[in-house]
Nanobody, 117 residues
Framework: QVRLVESGGGLVQPGGSLRLSCAAS????????LGWYRQAPGKERELVAH???????NYADSVKGRFTISRDNAKNTVYLQMNSLKPEDTAVYYC???????????WGQGTQVTVSS
């Protein structure tokens, strides 16, 4: 059974930083692509950042230059480093694993990020 557990969310002031983590279990981690998504109240879930099994990355235009996605295959964990946070970054952030083994996607439970003074 594939399980994703996110952590690292919280309340931060504008201009601050947070690092989100997503630990995976129940899968051969290093063969899978992963993504971070977010959903703000009243809005659809959107892609924030994506990383392939070869660590190729892409980002939403709104976070380019501020956010960095990375993975540590030895720890079965994907990270999202968020710098220069803005109030519009406030959302629930979700980790997604694209399983090559099981031909489906798995989602974490989400972690709240609030950017406010």
């Amino acid at each position: 059974q594939v399980r994703l557990v996110e952590s690292g969310g919280g309340l931060v002031q504008p201009g601050g930083s947070l690092r989100l983590s997503c630990a995976a279990s129940g899968t051969i981690f290093n063969i899978n692509a992963l993504g971070w998504y977010r959903q703000a109240p009243g809005k659809e879930r959107e892609l924030v950042a994506h990383i392939t099994s070869r660590s190729n990355t892409n980002y939403a235009d709104s976070v380019k230059g501020r956010f960095t996605i990375s993975r540590d295959n030895a720890k079965n964990t994907v990270y999202l480093q968020m710098n220069s946070l803005k109030p519009e970054d406030t959302a629930v952030y979700y980790c997604k694993l694209e399983s090559l083994e099981y031909k489906t996607n798995y989602w974490g439970q989400g972690t709240q990020v609030t950017v406010s003074s």
